[in-house]
């Protein structure tokens, strides 16, 4: 998750709008949202 | 130290990053250079060796300062050498065989065994057999006449006593009891074409060859001169044998099947000796050719001078009256393009640290080395396409060999044609996984461990190549810019792998 953060912040920094990120943690799917301020996720399926 | 750095150092994600990525490109371009040395060893020969070329029976000091490009016999046919090298001061072992054939080269120069394996002069045993290339019949082709005319009695010559043969030869030093003057065989005759050395060789054996019960003896005045003299016999097909006699002259011996070899190749021009020839050849009717094979008697080590050659194809030539083998590769790559012979150790020393396998890592450099090793022996040995491929016997696809020898000309073209990745998919097979012990592996949560989650062809193909595929981080991708219609927001999918 500490990978992720950084990787949002750093599609952020790119991007310049809130990021969705559709990933796969843990065998898991996941949807992770970053708007410059703070980092959520939930489930995605 | 790079390693010590990335595990102790209190780093920021960064730097640990940038540290890691000159770690892995340092370990990248040092072994550039040698991707496909597939180490053959230094295989040298000392000044004086000669070696049966196109253009004569010539010093390998010679073709290798001058860099001639002469063709050599590998045993069967004619190769092109393509490289000369010399190397300073190497340790070097001498042998000497039971016929009389001597070879002195660097300690981890090849020779040939009758069976066609090679063995290094260094490990090579007193009592050992080792192969004689049957008659490389190889000659200067250039029909001039040259020097050598001066030592070959002209056509109108005829010789009707021994006496007038052995002062032709007396008058130009080359007999037993000449003023000895000449060690050796006149250098102009090595470079002779086939008629001229015949016609010496003729000379030769009417002034100081005898005819006896015990086949056709040669008494000469110089060892080197003997050598050489069974060399020229040799390139007829002739094979002799070469021995000290108390009180000096060396004689140079032909029985047998030989002498009637020698009879067609060269023979007599005296009548009472061809004639005695013919005598001898009724009394050893049934004697069987002997063997192109010769025991080691002496090994001696030294050190010299060495010079190399390489040879196309087959990598082998005949010299000094053995098979020898040449070192390739390296011996271009490492010596005219990259290092000194004084780096060499040093070398060696990168090279095994390069492609060592570290405890439960995977070193892209030894895989890859081994699948370039697993290519060239596979299309040596003809172990692909459609009816290998099929083949569901496992035994008989392990001894599978149809000698196509085409593996050096595949590797060419897998360097021409394949990066990392599309090389990984093509030619990592079942069998190689299997013999290479590769796995794959997942942290266990429940354990805390490291485990091997499996050993299945496919799955450990599939962990190869995410590895490879954008330096092992997954892909992100764009797929709305404007997800859930809030202007400009951004829904990625992260992937692993290929696409």
């Known amino acids: 998750m500490d990978y992720a953060r950084d990787t949002m912040r750093n599609l952020y920094k790119l991007w310049t709008r809130p990021i969705y990120l559709e990933t796969v943690i843990d065998e898991r799917k996941r949807l992770i949202y970053y708007d410059g301020r703070e980092i959520s996720e939930r489930r995605s399926e | 130290m790079l390693l010590f750095l990335l595990n102790y150092a209190p780093l920021e994600r960064w730097q640990h990053t940038i540290l890691e990525i000159i770690r892995n490109e340092a370990y990248y371009f040092a072994p550039q250079g040698m991707t496909k040395i597939l180490n053959e060893g230094w295989a040298c020969l000392v000044a004086g060796s000669r070696l049966f070329t196109d253009r004569g029976l010539l010093r390998v000091d010679e073709v290798v300062r001058q860099r001639l490009q002469v063709r050599v016999s590998d045993g069967n046919t004619l190769r092109e050498v393509y490289d000369w090298v010399t190397f300073d001061q190497r340790e070097t072992v001498r042998l000497r065989t039971r016929r009389g054939f001597e070879l002195e080269g660097s300690a981890t120069h090849r020779v040939m065994r009758p069976d066609g394996s090679w063995r290094r002069l260094d490990e090579l045993q ?43 030869l007396a008058h130009r030093g080359l007999t037993a009891g000449g003023s000895a003057s000449t060690r050796d065989v006149p250098e102009a005759i090595l470079h002779a074409p086939k008629p001229a050395v015949a016609a010496f060789l003729r000379v030769l054996f009417d002034g100081a060859g005898q005819v006896g019960d015990d086949g056709v003896v040669l008494a000469l005045p110089a060892a080197a001169m003997s050598q050489t003299v069974q060399l020229l016999l040799l390139n007829f097909g002739i094979l002799s044998s070469r021995s000290e006699q108390t009180g000096g002259p060396w004689e140079v011996r032909v029985v047998g099947h030989a002498a009637r070899v020698f009879q067609e190749a060269v023979g007599f021009g005296l009548r009472h000796k061809r004639e005695a020839l013919q005598r001898y050849q009724e009394t050893c009717t049934g004697w069987e050719a002997e063997a192109w094979s010769d025991e080691v008697v002496t090994v001696e080590r030294g050190r010299a001078v060495v010079y190399d050659l390489s040879v196309e194809e087959t990598h082998r030539y005949a010299a000094q009256g053995l098979m020898n083998h040449n070192s390739y590769w390296h011996s271009r790559i490492m010596t005219q393009k990259a290092i000194r012979p004084s780096e060499i150790i040093s070398f060696a020393d990168l090279h ?37 491929d099929e083949c569901d016997d496992i035994l008989e696809k392990r001894k599978w060999d149809r000698q196509l020898g085409l593996g050096r000309q595949k590797l060419f073209e897998v360097r021409k044609l394949y990066n990392d990745v599309t090389f990984i998919d093509e030619f990592l097979t079942p069998e190689f996984v299997r013999e290479q012990k590769l796995f794959a592996f997942r942290y266990n949560r429940d354990t805390d461990l490291y485990e091997i989650s499996s050993r299945e062809f496919r799955e450990v193909k599939e962990k190869l190549l995410f590895r490879l595929t954008n330096f092992g981080q997954p892909f992100i991708y764009v797929e709305d810019a404007n997800y859930n219609n ?12 290929l696409t």
Not at chain 2, 364 to 385: S, V
Not at chain 2, 486 to 497: F, K, L, V, Y
Request: glycine share 12%; aromatic share 10%.
């Open chain 2, 126 to 168: 007193v009592g050992e057999q080792v192969r004689v290339p049957p008659g490389p019949d190889l000659w200067a082709e250039h029909a001039v006449p040259g020097d050598w005319v001066d030592w070959v009695p002209d056509a109108h010559t005829t010789f009707q006593t021994e006496a007038e043969a052995a002062a032709f």
């Open chain 2, 352 to 388: 095994s640290g390069v492609v060592a396998t570290g405890r439960g890592q995977l070193n892209p450099y030894k895989l890859g080395l081994e699948m370039l090793r697993d290519i060239e022996d596979r299309w040596d040995k003809g172990k692909f396409g459609k009816e290998y």
């Open chain 2, 486 to 497: 809030r202007g400009s927001c951004i829904s990625a999918t992260a992937t692993r792998g």
